[in-house]
C-alpha cells in the first residue's frame, strides 16, 4: 500500500518536485502530462516543431568564439551560445513554440502566460499570434513600468497583457496570477509556463524544449574544438536557460556547470534574489524546491535588477544538481551584472540582457584563473535591447525619450 | 475521532471561515465566539499566507492585513489554546503547504492537538501528494479534509474513498469569492461522494446569499461561507462582531435541519 501511494507523486528530482496544485488542476495537468508523452514522439509533431525551430526561430543558434574577450581576460577560450539572436530576443522562443504547439493539438484555443522581464510574454504572444491562439499575459505591475517597450511588444502581437497588482507586483504575482486564471478556466486554456518550476510536469517539458541549446553547443564545440569544454554556465532565475544549457553535458562528469543567480544588493542584503544562496528548502507554485522565504515559510519578497531573474524559488532539478554537487551556483550583484553588461558591449559589440550578463559578470570572474586550453561555454540568453533604458538610469544617465 | 463529526449531528452545519489575526489575534477569537452565538457549527481560521494561489482578491487582502499586523502561526497557536478554554466548537485550519512544511509537520501537528485544532484544510495538497502530510497528521489524530473540485470528476471517487473529518465540495471553478451563480452540478458530485462514503460534505467558493445557503444546505450536509464574512471584517474591523452575528445568523436560519 505504502509503496503503491508514494508512487503517485510524480515529477521528482530527488526529493525535490513534485505536483503540489489545487485539486481543480489535477485533471488537467494529468491530460497535459498525457499530450506531452504522446506527442514527444510523434513523428509529425517533432517535424512541425523541427520545422519552427529552424525557418521561424533561426535555429541553430550560433555557437561564437569570442576572441576579444578571451585575449583580455587572458584565460580560457570562451564560447558564448547566441539565444540572444533567436527570433524574439532569447531561448524563451524554444520552449514557447513547444508548448504552444503542444497546447493546438490538444484542441486548446487560448494560452495564459506570467512574465518577468517580458520575454517569454514577447514569445508566448509571438507563437500565439503565429499559431492563431488566443493570448494573455500577467506581469507584475512593477515590471511593467521597468519593462515598459516589452508590453506594448506583446500587445502589438495581438496579446492582452494584465497588469499584477498583488504583492510585490513582480515575477512571483504574475505567476499567482497566472494559476488563479487557469484554475478558472482549463477547458480552453494552456498555461505556458515559461521556466523550469511549477508543477510536474513543467519542469520536465520546459528542460526538454530548452535541452536544444546544449543538444546544438555540444555538437558544435566538438566540431569545433574536437572536445568538451571545461566549465558551461548560464543565468539563473527559474532556472529555465541554464537547465537547457545543462542538460546534455549532466553525463559529462568534467564538464563543470555553473548557475550564477542574482544576489541584487548582495546576500548579505535584504534586497537580493539569490535562492540558492539564502533559500531554503519549501513547497511553493506547485513544486518542492529552494525558496527565499522566512522562519514561518512566507515567501520573501526579492530583488534584482533583472527582472526575469527576480524571482524567489528556482526550479526543482537545480534543486536536485546542487544537491548532488553535479552543478554549483553562484551569486551576482546588481553592479557585478552592469559592469559585464558594459563589459560585452564594449569588447564584443554585443548588448547582452542583463540577465545574461549575470553569466558573464562570472566568467570575468573565473576565465583569467583558467589554463589558455580551457574551454567555457557561456550561454547568453537574450538580447539587451530592453535593458539599455534601465542601464542609463542606473548609471544616472539622463535619456530624453 | 475529532470533534468534527458533532458539527453535523442532527443538522445542516454552517462552516465560517475567517483568515486568523485580520484585525488581530484577539478579535479572531471573538469574531469565532460570536459567529458559534449565531448558529456556526464549525469554524475553519485560515493561516494568512504571502502568495495564496487559491484565494481571490478579499481573502488576499485579508493575510495582507495579518501579516501586515504580524500575525505568526505560533501566535495563532497560542490564540486557538486560549480559545479553546472558552469553546467546544470544532475548529480547523486552512493552511498552503508551504507555512506548515516551514514550520515541520510534526510540531505543527503536535501545536494543533495540544491546542485543540481537529482539521486541516491545504488547497495546495492534491490526492497525489497527501502522502507527504498524511501519516503526520494521522499520528496525532487530525483530520486532513478532501477537497473535490467541480474538474474532479472520475477522480471523486479515489479521493474520498479514505476521507476523515468533512468532504470539502469546491462548488466552482477558480479562486474563492462571493458568486452571484453557480453553474456546477454540485449535486451530482455529492450523489457519487455518498455512493463511496459517509464522511459528511459541505459545499463552499462563491456561497454568499441566503438563497444560497437555503439550496445548498438541501444538497449537502454543510455550507462553507469565507469571502463574504472576511469582507465584513474588513468592512467593519474591530467592531465587526455584531455585525457578523447578524449575518451568520441570517445565513443559519435559512438553512434546511
Redesign the interface.
Known amino acids: 500500500m ?1 509503496g503503491r ?2 508512487d ?3 515529477g521528482r528530482y530527488g526529493k525535490h518536485g ?11 495537468i494529468h491530460k497535459l502530462e498525457d499530450a506531452y508523452e504522446s506527442f514527444k514522439n510523434d513523428p509529425d509533431f517533432v517535424k512541425e516543431l523541427d520545422t519552427l525551430n529552424r525557418e521561424y526561430a533561426g535555429r541553430p543558434s550560433l555557437l561564437y568564439y569570442a576572441k576579444k574577450m578571451t585575449r583580455d581576460l587572458g584565460g580560457a577560450k570562451i564560447y558564448f551560445k547566441r539565444e540572444d539572436l533567436n527570433h524574439t530576443g532569447s531561448h524563451k522562443i524554444n520552449n514557447v513554440l513547444g508548448q504552444v504547439l503542444l497546447a493546438k493539438k490538444m484542441g486548446k484555443t487560448r494560452v495564459i502566460a506570467e512574465t518577468g522581464a517580458g520575454q517569454h510574454g514577447v514569445a508566448t504572444a509571438t507563437a500565439a499570434a503565429l499559431l492563431d491562439m488566443e493570448c494573455e499575459i500577467y506581469m507584475g505591475k512593477e515590471d511593467t513600468i521597468r519593462q515598459a517597450l516589452n508590453v506594448y511588444r506583446m500587445e502589438l502581437l495581438g496579446a492582452k497583457v494584465h497588469a499584477v497588482e ?2 510585490t507586483m513582480t515575477l ?2 504574475a505567476v ?1 496570477a497566472c ?2 486564471e487557469w ?4 477547458d480552453d486554456t494552456l498555461y505556458v509556463l515559461g521556466s523550469v518550476m511549477g508543477p510536474h510536469p513543467f519542469p520536465m517539458i520546459v528542460r526538454d524544449f530548452q535541452s536544444i541549446i546544449s543538444k546544438e553547443a555540444r555538437e558544435q564545440i566538438l566540431e569545433i574544438e574536437g572536445r568538451l569544454p571545461d566549465v558551461v554556465m548560464a543565468c539563473v532565475g527559474g532556472g529555465s536557460n541554464a537547465m537547457g544549457s545543462f542538460y546534455e553535458f549532466i553525463q559529462d562528469q568534467d564538464v563543470r556547470l555553473i548557475g550564477c543567480e542574482a544576489a541584487g544588493h548582495g546576500v548579505d542584503s535584504d534586497k537580493t534574489a539569490a535562492t540558492m544562496a539564502v533559500g ?7 513544486m518542492k524546491s529552494y ?1 527565499c ?1 522566512d ?5 520573501a519578497p526579492v530583488y534584482s535588477i533583472s527582472a526575469g531573474l527576480d524571482y524567489p524559488g528556482v526550479g526543482p532539478e537545480h534543486a536536485y544538481l546542487k544537491d548532488i554537487g553535479r552543478a554549483e551556483y553562484v551569486p551576482v550583484t546588481d553592479e557585478e551584472a552592469v559592469e559585464a553588461f558594459e563589459y560585452i558591449a564594449r569588447t564584443e559589440g554585443i548588448i547582452a540582457a542583463i540577465e545574461s550578463s549575470h553569466a558573464v559578470a562570472h566568467l570575468m570572474r573565473i576565465a583569467p584563473k583558467m589554463d589558455k586550453e580551457q574551454i567555457i561555454i557561456c550561454t547568453l540568453s537574450g538580447r539587451g535591447d530592453k535593458d539599455v533604458a534601465a542601464i542609463a538610469r542606473y548609471r544616472g544617465v539622463d535619456l530624453h525619450e | 475521532m475529532s470533534r468534527i463529526y458533532q458539527a453535523f449531528e442532527n443538522k445542516k452545519a454552517f462552516i465560517g471561515f475567517l483568515t486568523a489575526g485580520d484585525p488581530t489575534l484577539d478579535k479572531t477569537e471573538e469574531f469565532v465566539l460570536g459567529m458559534e452565538e449565531a448558529g456556526a457549527s464549525l469554524i475553519e481560521l485560515g493561516i494568512p ?3 495564496p ?2 484565494d ?2 478579499v481573502i ?1 487582502e485579508a493575510d495582507v492585513r495579518a ?1 501586515s499586523a504580524g500575525c ?2 505560533d501566535g495563532i497557536l497560542e490564540m486557538v489554546r486560549s480559545l479553546r478554554k472558552k469553546t467546544d466548537i470544532p475548529l480547523v485550519f486552512l493552511a498552503y ?7 515541520g509537520y510534526d510540531k505543527f501537528c503536535e501545536g494543533c492537538r495540544e491546542c485543540g485544532i481537529d482539521g486541516v484544510i491545504i ?7 497527501r ?2 502530510f498524511l501519516p503526520t497528521a494521522s499520528k496525532y489524530g487530525i483530520d486532513l479534509i478532501t ?7 472520475e ?1 471523486i471517487e479515489m ?1 474520498v474513498k479514505d476521507s476523515s473529518g468533512f468532504i470539502y465540495v ?1 462548488s466552482s ?3 474563492t469569492g462571493a458568486r452571484s451563480e453557480i453553474t456546477t452540478d454540485v449535486g451530482e458530485m455529492i450523489e457519487i461522494i455518498r455512493g463511496v462514503t459517509d464522511t459528511p460534505t459541505a459545499i463552499g467558493f462563491g456561497i454568499n446569499t441566503k438563497e444560497q445557503a437555503a439550496k445548498y444546505s438541501a444538497i449537502a450536509d454543510g455550507v462553507i461561507v469565507g469571502s463574504a464574512i472576511v469582507r465584513i471584517i474588513a468592512e467593519y474591523g474591530d467592531r465587526a462582531e455584531p455585525e457578523l452575528k447578524k449575518y451568520v445568523a441570517e445565513m443559519v436560519s435559512e438553512m434546511t435541519d
Do not use: C, W
Open positions: 505504502k501511494v508514494i503517485m507523486s510524480k513534485g505536483q503540489y496544485i489545487p485539486e481543480t488542476l489535477m485533471n488537467e498583488t504583492g512571483k504575482d499567482n494559476m488563479r484554475t478558472a478556466r482549463v531554503s528548502e519549501g513547497i511553493f507554485h506547485g525558496f522565504q522562519e514561518y515559510g512566507q515567501i | 499566507f504571502s502568495d494561489i487559491a481571490g482578491p488576499q501579516l505568526t502561526l503547504l508551504n507555512t506548515i512544511y516551514k514550520y488547497p495546495d495538497l492534491p490526492f497525489e501528494e502522502m507527504e477537497m473535490v473540485a467541480p474538474t474532479s470528476k477522480r479521493a469546491v471553478m477558480g479562486v
